[in-house]
C-alpha cells in the first residue's frame, strides 16, 4: 500500500529541524504559537485535501491537535478530532506491539518458523530447505510479496453497490462486492498455499528469506494471523484487549461496526469525487480506523516505550520492538538519505527508521494517506491524516510541507 506512497516521497527536499528540546511545559500559555501553526497548515493546504488532521505530542500527552477541512463536503460536516478514518499502513506497527505481547505471554517466539503454528504449509518454492520465520514477517526479509492478487482481492465494498458512478482514476485496487468476502485464514490460504485457488510462484521472490528487505501487506498479514492461532482469539480482539483498553482507545476498532458511524469521514477519491466505503479482508495490513485522540495516546505510548517507561510492553520488549533489525546488505536497492519520512529506510519490529532518526510508519489506500512519527532524539511524535486522495506533485507537496511544519513547531511548543 505504501509503495506508491514511498516512490513519490523521494521527489520531495524536506528539511528537518535538528533542535533539541527542553523540558516539557504546560502549553496553557502557548495560544499563540498554536494559532501561528493553525495558519501555517491553512496557507499549506490550498484546498489540496477535503479534511485533514494533525497531533503533535510528547511522553506527556497532547502538544497540538486540530481537525481542517471537512469530514463530509455535501453536510458541511466539520473534520475534526474526533473524526474517524481508516490509517492505511499505519496499522501495522499494531502488529509489532501484538507480536511482542504474544512473545511476552509465551505465546510464541519471534525466530520461530512460520509453519510451526500455521494449519497449511507456507514456504518459497525457489528455495524449500529454508524455514520462514515471524521475524522475517515482522521485518519484511520473508521473500513474501504482493501480486495482483492481493490488489485485486482484498479490498471489499462495505455496503451493497450497483455500480460505481463516481471516477476512480489513479486507484489500482479494486473494490469487490461485499459478499465476496472471506475469513482471513482462507484469503491467506488461497494466496499462500500450494492448495490455494490463486497460489503461484510470483508470490515469492527468488531471494532466500532473511535476504533482502522487501515490503510486503500480505506477509505482515500471515503474522497478524499466527497471533489469531497462538492467542485462539482473533487479531482485532488481541489488540483490543491488550492495546486499545489500556490506552482508553475507545472510539478506534478494525471495523466499521465496531466504532461510531457518524463519526466516520467520507474518503475522496479527489477533491470533488467520493469513493465508497471499503474495507479489508487482510484488515491487519492496513484497515485501523481511528482518530487524532485515540491515535495520539497511543503514539504518547510508543515515546514512553522507547524512553523506558511504557505501560503496554515490559522494557525488554519495548526494546526488541525499537531494535534497528537490517544492515545494508539487506536492501537490493539504495536506499533515500534525504527523506525525513521513508520508513523503508530500517525496520524494527514493524516500526519504520527514517534516516532523519524518526520511528514510525506512513500509510496510504484509495482516499487515504497518513503519517505518525517520532523522532528519537527529542522523543516529540506527529501525526497527519488526509481523506482525499494526493492527485499531484503540488498535493505532495502540500501534504508533507504540512508535515515538516509540525516538526518546526513541535520545538517552539516546548521552549
Known sequence: MNKILLLLLGFLLITSCKQKPKTAKEISDRQPIKDSLTIEINKLNKNYFNGLGVAIVDSTGFLYKKGFGFADVKSKKPYTENTLQPIASVSKTFIGLALMKAQEKGLLHLDDPVNKYLPFKVQNPHFPDIDITIRQLAIHTSSIIDTENYMSKSYILKDKIDSLSMKLENIPQSFNPNHTKITLSEFLKNYLSTNGKWYHKNAFTKNKPSQFFEYTNVGATLCAYIIEIVSNTSYADFTTEHILKPLQMSNSGWSYRTVNFENVSTLYSDIENELPYYSLITYPDGGFITNLNDLGKYLTELIKGYSGNGTILTQKSYKQLFKIQL?????????????????????????????????????????????MFFNQKNKIGRILFVNTNIQNQDGFNSYFGIMNKLDEYSNKLIE
Do not use: C, Q
Not at 537490493?332 to 519504520?352: L, Q
Open 327 to 371: 544492515t545494508g546488505e539487506n536492501f537490493a536497492e539504495k536506499r533515500d538519505k534525504t527523506n525525513p519520512y521513508d520508513d523503508e529506510y530500517n525496520s524494527g519490529i514493524f516500526m519504520g527508521f527514517s534516516s532523519f532518526n524518526n520511528i514510525g510508519h506512513t500509510g496510504g489506500d484509495p482516499g487515504v494517506s497518513t503519517l
